[in-house]
């Protein structure tokens, strides 16, 4: 078992934090698969949207200021499992507001978000960064603030194209003592393991998406009906459900013909029944 700061860490393969994908019911169905820790999609310290935390997650903070952060973490920091900062989003979203990578020039705003984190929470800070010209130098202040620093290395321009350059996540990893978390194109379990051998943890995305099963090994196998069953808890929309459902259909052989099923489904009662006939 390993520890990023204070906090426990059972496996070393995490649920990668992913806008819209992550929320509380596929969370916990990829905990209960096996993944040691979950991400929650960005929020904004001044969002006023209803937080589903049950499951201690890792919540993932994207901001441009420190403003908020202090009253937010305050509110939350019980629920949480450590606090993560966005410095990766590449989206249209992201550039047009200036957060994520779009951030990664401005050095003092992010100094100043990463040290109110800090004064904010004994609970573990993570960064997440891209391959830029200024990673090293934020590399320096995660050091200053940060308990471990998560590496997507794709340029902000790259998006999530093309190939990730493992050479610089592997010349972060020489360059510090934090932990090293490495994200990108991990496409199968396997993947996962050997980069564990070069990094000391690593993190799953869109290979997870529809598929808590990634992290399972020799557990219990999960499908959209479990999924269903913990959404029922919560107050999701329905759109977000026939979301997750049309997510739950990779890999299968009918997969298109299940989504235009999926997607003329009108009601909760209509998707139930479909997944007992269909078995996502």
Not at 28 to 48: E, V
Not at 88 to 107: N, Q, Y
Request: glycine content about 6%.
């Amino acid at each position: 078992m390993r520890t990023i700061a204070n906090l426990k860490i059972k496996n070393r393969i995490f649920l990668a934090p992913m806008e819209e994908i992550n929320d509380a019911p596929f969370r916990i169905l990829c905990k209960n698969a096996g993944a040691g820790l979950t991400y929650t999609g960005m929020i904004h310290p001044q969002s006023q949207q209803k937080i589903y935390l049950e499951d201690k997650p890792a919540l993932q903070l994207f901001c441009t200021t420190a403003k908020g952060i202090r009253d937010f973490i305050k509110k939350y920091n019980s629920q949480v499992s450590l606090w993560d900062f966005n410095l990766g989003c590449s989206a249209k979203t992201a550039r047009k507001h200036g957060f994520g990578s779009f951030l990664l020039k401005d050095l003092p705003v992010i100094g100043e978000i990463l040290k109110t984190m800090k004064e904010s929470t004994e609970k573990p800070i993570t960064i997440k960064i891209r391959k830029s010209k200024n990673a090293f130098k934020i590399l320096k202040l995660a050091e200053k603030y940060c308990d471990a620093v998560c590496v997507h290395p794709r340029t902000q321009e790259q998006g999530y194209g093309g190939e990730a350059d493992i050479r610089f996540a592997e010349e972060i990893r020489k360059r510090t003592k934090l932990p090293v978390i490495y994200s990108g194109d991990i496409d199968s379990i396997t993947t996962a393991k050997k980069l564990l051998k070069r990094f000391d943890y690593v993190m799953v995305g869109r290979k997870a998406i529809g598929n808590p099963n990634f992290f399972s090994d020799c557990r219990t196998k999960f499908n959209f009906k479990d999924y269903l069953a913990l959404a029922e808890i919560y107050s999701l929309p329905f759109s977000q459900l026939k979301f997750q459902a049309m997510n739950f259909t990779k890999g299968k052989e009918n997969a298109v013909e299940l989504r235009l099923e999926i997607f003329k489904i009108k009601n909760i009662k209509e998707l139930r029944e479909f997944v007992n006939k269909a078995r996502i």
